[in-house]
């Protein structure tokens, strides 16, 4: 198992951060070009991108478009999965292994909360999700899996963290954690979340295309 661990922990996981980057780059690229095709500009598929993505996570407009509450869920998640994973101790001394860096980290305790609002958040999250029948449409079955891996890996993580409230082997906690935390940078730049923010114009027009056609 130790060595198993040690796999997951080392060689897939750096193959699944390039694959993380690669992914998105390659999606953002690709994007960007179809967009510049219809210009004369090869810069301004680019720029039309990046502001496009700009204006999709802006807030004011995503509350308008899918609730309040959805929306405050959402940047609870997103607040935890940038921070957890990438400055909480454990994780801080494993990236700075894998990539040979000195890692900043967060105070134990703020990792720790914002790891408990995570799981509430995404817990709720779903919920909400499931409950609204055009958002359940528009996903295939691959788009709901960045929400359940991430929830995986947020609740083997917290209980990696404190293994005296583990049903659990701590082995097997941190397999289920290392498996579930790989997987989900595997996929990240595959699914409905990439995208709709790499391309959320031509995302958004393809959406209303099918609930026009749908009614």
Known sequence: MEALLEFLSGPVFRLAIVVAVLGTAAQYVQNAMVIARSSTDWKKGFRDTISAMITWVNPAD???????????????????????????LGHARLIGRNLFLEWPVVPAQ????????????????????????SFRRDMRRLDWMPMILALTAFVSGYLVAHPGRSPMS??????????????????????????CVLLPGAYQGAVQHRQEVAS
């Open 62 to 88: 995503r509350i308008r478009r899918r609730g309040f509450l959805g929306e405050l869920l959402t940047w609870i998640v997103l607040a935890g999965v940038l921070v957890v994973p990438l400055f909480y």
């Open 110 to 133: 703020i990792s720790d909360l914002l790891t408990k609002l995570t799981m509430i958040a995404l817990v709720l999250l779903l919920i909400v999700r499931l409950a609204d029948h």
């Open 170 to 195: 701590p082995d097997n906690t941190a397999l289920i954690h290392y498996v579930s935390a790989d997987a989900l940078l595997l996929i990240a730049p595959f699914t409905r979340l990439a995208r």
